[in-house]
């Protein structure tokens, strides 16, 4: 699946937060993607698409290792409270994210990703909608991991997972599909489309792995019927 959305999917990368030496994240962003220079914590919303009405982010990190990238549509509190109860220890920033989130109105997006240090973060770069034909229409997300530590910042390798909760909040009913780009910490892009709280097999975009692997497997399958026969 490809983002960004047909649709005029906004630009503009999410600030990136200044790290403490641990280079743990608690910081809100919110507003609306623009072109790099304005502040993503004004509130403006001009550039969102109609069926948004405004967006906010919160970073988080955990001590467990991810083998790939994944997203998660949390459409109502106990979805999200469900995801929460799971963490160890979550900071209090991310406890009142959720807890301010109204439901009626808006969705949490859980994407993440694994990293080699925490020194790295999940960066939201677009928020738009992916428009379909029969009217099932997807919130479209671009992130990527990124480095935030500089050359002269000296910083622990440990494998770890980053990432972001995004709260879309609709001008009318909350969409129920999620449409994803999250490019790793090899700068490989990887699509996922998600369907309610349910999340589907990320694939490359960029070289069509997956999709040949599993042809190849088929054709393996309908060889070894063949020869049995």
């Not at 550039?47 to 906010?56: M, N, Q």
């Not at 790939?68 to 509190?77: H, M, Q, T, V």
């Not at 050359?151 to 770890?160: H, K, L, M, S």
């Amino acid at each position: 699946m490809t983002c960004p959305s047909r649709r005029a999917v906004l630009g503009g990368t999410a600030s990136l937060i200044a790290l403490s030496a641990g280079c743990l994240t608690g910081d809100e962003d919110e507003g609306s993607p623009d072109d790099g220079t304005g502040d993503p914590e004004d509130g403006e919303t001009n550039d969102l698409p109609d069926a948004l009405a405004s967006y906010e982010t919160q970073p988080f990190q955990s001590p467990d290792r991810t083998t790939s990238p994944s997203a998660e549509l949390l459409r109502d509190r106990d979805a999200a409270d469900d995801w929460l109860d799971v963490r160890d220890s979550p900071p209090e920033s991310l406890t009142d994210f959720i807890e301010d989130t109204d439901f009626e109105v808006s969705v949490l997006a859980r994407l993440e990703a694994g990293a080699p240090s925490p020194c790295h973060e999940m960066v939201l770069e677009s928020i738009g909608i992916d428009e379909s034909e029969e009217n099932d229409d997807a919130l479209a997300l671009r992130a990527a991991v990124q480095e935030t530590s500089d050359e002269t910042e000296a910083c622990a390798t440990q494998e770890t997972t980053v990432g972001r909760l995004v709260r879309a909040t609709f001008e009318s009913e909350p969409l129920s599909k999620l449409s994803v780009s999250i490019t790793d910490r090899h700068g490989q892009a990887n699509g996922i489309a998600v369907a309610s709280e349910s999340v589907s097999e990320s694939t490359s975009e960029s070289d069509g792995t997956a999709d040949d692997e599993s042809a190849n497997e088929t054709d393996s399958s309908a060889d070894s019927d063949s020869d049995g026969e």
